[in-house]
């Protein structure tokens, strides 16, 4: 499967943001999806993940209140709507999808898309 994210952008702090991920392939249904980002210097930062059917949603603590992972598997698209933007939230943000369950560690995700930069000013 290939994956696009897209929505990035520059935001004053408080502010809000909304990523979308669109997957190729008719079996986007049957993946599970995650949400990564990375700042400069540092390793991939879990963020958010969904199962298949987006009955099973996690999130990192950090994040947890003011961002929401959901997906339209009818639109093979899964998003990232993230409200009350703080500057530390300030990374390029990956989708990545992977077969069975969703995990939080990055190297259990197969399939990643390029990343969309995200940048929180104060």
């Known amino acids: 499967v290939q994956l696009q994210a897209s929505g990035g952008g520059l935001v004053q702090a408080g502010g809000s943001l909304r990523l979308s991920c669109a997957a190729s392939?008719?079996?986007?249904?049957?993946?599970?999806m995650g949400w990564f980002r990375q700042a400069p210097g540092k390793e991939h930062e879990f963020v958010a993940a969904i199962s298949w059917s987006g009955g099973s949603t996690y999130y990192a603590d950090s994040v947890k209140g003011r961002f929401t992972i959901s997906r339209d598997n009818a639109k093979n698209t899964v998003y990232l709507q993230m409200n009350s933007l703080k500057p530390e939230d300030t990374a390029a943000y990956y989708c990545a999808a992977k077969g069975g369950a969703p995990k939080v560690g990055a190297r259990e995700y197969d399939y990643w898309g390029q990343g969309t930069l995200v940048t929180v000013s104060s």
């Open positions: 392939g008719r079996t986007f249904s049957s993946y599970a």
